[in-house]
C-alpha cells in the first residue's frame, strides 16, 4: 500500500473551508484515496473516497491532483464539531478484505 | 439499526487475566475488523474476518484471538493479558461498498 504522508497539525476559523492536504507519491493507479475522521477518541468515521475524479458528498470534497501524488479535502464551511483527527488512507479496492491503514493523521482544530 | 456495538466500555485487568471484548453489528455485514490505538497513534489491524468461519490475521494479531460464528458477532479473546495490551480496541464492520462503520470503542487497561 502506498505511504501517506499529512501535515501533524492545522487550525482553521469557524466558517471559513478547511483544506487538508495529503501527499501520496507512491500511489498505484488502482489504489484509492480514503479520508476518515476522527472525534475525540470516538470510532473513525468514514468521509470520501475517490480515485482520480473530484468528489463530493453531503460532509466534503475531495480534489486529487492529475498526477494523482496528491490531494486534498474540503471541508468547505467548518464548524466546531469539524474539530477531530482527520486520515488519509491509500487503499487498493478490489473486493476483499479491504485492509485499512491508519498513520497518525492531521489534527484539525476549528476556532471560534 | 443499532450499528456496531461493543461491551465493554472500559475495563481494567490484572497481568495474566483473560477476557473477551465483544463486537456485534445489525447491519448484516460480511466484513468485521478489530482495531486497536495506543495514545496518539493511528489504528493498527488486530485480525478480520470475511464472513461466518473466516478470519486471518491483521498487523498486530499476537496476544489475541477471534472467532466468527454468526455474521453479527465477532469477539476478540485475550487470554494472558500484558501491560503492552493497555489500548482502545476498535471494531468495524463493512458490507460490500467501500465504508467501514466502526464501534464505540472499548478502553482497556492492563495493571
Known amino acids: 500500500d502506498a505511504k501517506t504522508t499529512q501535515p501533524p497539525s492545522m487550525d482553521c476559523a469557524e466558517g471559513r473551508a478547511a483544506n487538508l492536504p495529503c501527499n501520496h507519491s507512491?500511489?498505484?493507479?488502482?489504489?484509492?484515496v480514503y479520508w476518515y475522521r476522527q472525534i475525540h477518541s470516538q470510532g473513525p468515521q468514514y468521509i470520501i473516497h475517490?480515485?482520480?475524479n473530484n468528489e463530493t458528498n453531503e460532509m466534503a470534497s475531495l480534489i486529487i491532483t492529475e498526477d494523482r501524488k496528491s490531494s486534498t479535502l474540503i471541508l468547505p464551511h467548518a464548524t466546531l464539531r469539524d474539530t477531530a483527527v482527520y486520515y488519509c488512507?491509500?487503499?487498493?479496492?478490489?473486493?476483499?478484505?479491504?485492509?485499512?491503514?491508519f498513520g497518525q493523521g492531521t489534527r484539525l482544530t476549528i476556532n471560534p | 439499526n443499532a450499528g456496531v456495538t461493543q461491551t465493554p466500555k472500559f475495563r481494567i485487568l490484572k497481568i495474566g487475566q483473560s477476557m473477551t471484548l465483544q463486537c456485534t453489528q445489525d447491519?448484516?455485514?460480511?466484513?468485521m475488523y478489530w482495531y486497536r490505538q495506543d495514545p496518539g497513534m493511528g489504528l493498527k489491524l488486530i485480525y478480520y474476518?470475511?464472513?461466518?468461519?473466516?478470519?486471518d490475521k491483521g498487523e498486530v494479531p499476537n496476544g489475541y484471538n477471534v472467532s466468527r460464528s454468526t455474521t453479527e458477532d465477532f469477539p476478540l479473546r485475550l487470554e494472558l493479558a500484558a501491560p503492552s495490551q493497555t489500548s482502545v480496541y476498535f471494531c468495524?464492520?463493512?458490507?460490500?461498498?467501500?465504508?467501514?462503520?466502526f464501534g464505540p470503542g472499548t478502553r482497556l487497561t492492563v495493571l
Open positions: 475517490g480515485l482520480k
Open positions: 447491519m448484516n455485514h460480511n466484513y
Open positions: 488512507i491509500v487503499r487498493v479496492v478490489l473486493g476483499g478484505a479491504q485492509k485499512l491503514v
Open positions: 474476518s470475511v464472513g461466518a468461519g473466516i478470519t
Open positions: 468495524a464492520s463493512r458490507l460490500n461498498h467501500n465504508e467501514q462503520f
Open positions: 507512491t500511489i498505484s493507479g488502482n489504489e484509492y
